[in-house]
């Protein structure tokens, strides 16, 4: 009994030591250098400039701060300049790697999900060298942003080490043999850097998305408002042409002449509609390939 009860403190204090315990994994060493012409093409394939300029105040560009609602509290942003105090100007390309691809700081600390590492982990080694080089570039600018304000427990950060064991997996983008070059363009803008399902598909009550309703809308987005299906059934963009997708991803007006607003028309200005023809292209032949599911928002009855 006495082997028995050392065993169990030795194995609590472990499970102790890894919860509490920062455990920073080694970076991978880079000795690419990036191209920041293209690293700035990368930038607006994965829709930095929105969420990490708070706009509302004139913040400066990249600087962070932006406070982003959810139902588990509010996040702010952060900055991702090169400043060395308040950004990411320590960074090493590889810390920056790991961060974007493991949600995991220079220090060893787990980050919340709200930055869509869940969806950068799938991006391509090249794609992350080249939106480094291009913020080593930015205006450094001294940010120091706010705590987030979250509700208990979602605020205790060593718990986000279990979550990413229970939700996170980790991987970078495979194509399928089986699609076409342009499908797997699309795949990949939509899962990867796009991160389209972080805000299009619904959430469980900790905040793992659910996978089985990818992109099918939410009753209760980032900022507190529902999200669209953008599934091809009728509760989505099943009446919808790749045409009519494209040039609402490039202009911000819809099929019915009506225009995207919120969230998305800052997304569309901000971000897609930088985006050539071609991938703008592909992400519709994409989306208009996913299941079509039925609105996540009137299942759970808030449509």
């Known amino acids: 009994m006495r082997l028995i009860a050392i065993a169990a403190v030795v194995l609590i204090s472990a499970g102790l030591a890894w ?123 001294t940010n120091r942003v706010p705590t987030h304000e979250l509700d208990f427990p979602f605020g205790f950060r060593p718990l986000l080490k279990g979550w990413k064991l229970l939700f996170f997996e980790p991987g970078t983008f495979e194509p399928d043999p089986s699609r076409s070059e342009v499908w797997n363009r699309g795949a990949y803008l939509v899962n990867g850097p796009g991160h389209c399902g972080e805000c299009h598909t619904p959430r469980n009550a900790l905040g793992a998305r659910q996978e089985d309703r990818f992109l099918a809308g939410t009753p209760s987005g980032p900022d507190g408002k529902p999200v669209p299906n953008i599934t091809p ?48 292209d592909a992400i519709a032949e994409y989306l208009l390939s996913v299941p079509p599911l039925p609105d996540a928002a009137k299942e759970d009855g808030s449509g």
């Open 19 to 141: 919860l509490f315990w920062p455990w920073p994994p080694s970076p991978p060493e880079i000795a690419q250098r990036g191209d920041p012409e293209r690293g700035e093409y990368v930038l607006r394939m994965s829709g930095c400039v929105s969420c990490h300029t708070d706009q509302k105040n004139d913040g400066a560009l990249l600087a962070g701060g932006r406070a982003i609602p959810s139902p588990f509290g509010t996040f702010y942003a952060s900055n991702i300049t090169p400043d060395p105090e308040t950004g990411i100007g320590g960074w090493s390309t590889g810390e920056f790697v790991l961060a974007a691809t493991r949600g995991t700081s220079p220090g060893g600390h787990p980050y919340f999900p709200a930055f869509p590492y869940t969806s950068y982990t799938q991006m391509t080694m090249r794609d992350l060298i080249d939106l480094k080089a291009y913020l080593d570039t930015v205006e450094p600018v």
């Open 233 to 280: 059934h009728e509760d989505g963009i099943g009446g919808w042409s790749k045409t009519d997708i494209s040039f609402a991803l490039l202009t911000g007006i819809l099929p019915d002449g009506d225009v995207l607003g919120g969230l998305m028309a800052e997304e569309i200005e901000d971000s897609t509609s930088h985006l050539e023809r071609a991938d703008l």
